[in-house]
């Protein structure tokens, strides 16, 4: 089975903190990507990555950076938090073969900004 | 870009009953994906279903790619089936999924 486990559940950060987010998946793959789910905007991606090192901005790329050093770890950080960046953040690995192209998700973290 | 509607958005069953959920998306697609989100918030991947039919137990989804929609089935619900189901098309190589709001069922003992 797949597995995308994130460093914490639950956060709670003061405005202007540097805030690190990390995502790991154990099946070697190449695509992964962090969302972020609000109540009545759904999920929305912030970035994502197709290669170590390799990164697109999403719909909503601002305020936040990525890095991927190697191909299992994608993180996500928030250089400067802000009340606005408090929400749900799920990180995501695609399976991509012959009969199936499927994204797999880790836990979320609940990050709250005061 | 590619629009995806899901109906209805709020659903409340009896333990036992049956429910069709609906995803209706305004373009051609060739990824079309079904999660359900558990009231901890973890999304599981239910179906990769770009086409035709499958069935997970008493999960089956169904796919009519030329008519832009798909239906998920589930029957004898039961408590555990309460959360968010939302259905995803992939939007473009990169693997963007553009997302429904959701259906948001409630299963009933």
């Known amino acids: 089975d797949v597995k995308v486990t994130q460093s914490s559940r639950y956060l709670v950060k003061r405005t202007g903190e540097k805030v690190f987010l990390e995502c790991v998946q154990d099946?070697?793959?190449?695509?992964m990507f962090w969302y972020r789910q609000d109540p009545g905007l759904g999920l929305r991606l912030i970035y994502f990555?197709?290669?170590?090192?390799?990164?697109e901005k999403g719909d909503i790329p601002e305020g936040y950076s990525v890095s991927r050093e190697k191909k299992e770890r994608f993180s996500l950080i928030l250089e400067s938090a802000s009340t606005n960046q408090t929400s749900m953040y799920l990180c995501?690995?695609?399976?991509?073969?012959?009969?199936?192209?499927?994204?797999?998700f880790g836990p979320g973290t609940r990050l709250t900004v005061l | 870009g590619i629009q995806v509607e899901q109906s209805p958005p709020d659903l409340i069953l009896q333990e036992g009953a049956n429910s069709t959920l609906r995803c209706n998306f305004s373009?051609?697609?060739?990824?079309l994906q079904w999660f359900h989100q558990n009231p901890w918030g973890q999304l599981i991947n239910l179906f990769y279903i770009p086409s035709g039919t499958k069935q997970n137990g008493r999960l089956s989804a169904t796919t009519v790619a030329t008519e832009r929609y798909s239906l998920l089935y589930i029957s004898s619900s039961q408590t555990t089936d309460s959360g968010v189901y939302f259905c995803a098309v992939l939007y473009n190589q990169g693997g963007k999924l553009i997302f429904g709001q959701g259906t948001e069922l409630s299963v009933k003992p």
């Open positions: 373009d051609s697609v060739n990824n």
């Open positions: 995501a690995s695609r399976r991509q073969g012959a009969s199936t192209d499927t994204q797999y």
């Open positions: 099946m070697d793959h190449e695509n």
């Open positions: 990555s197709y290669d170590v090192k390799m990164k």
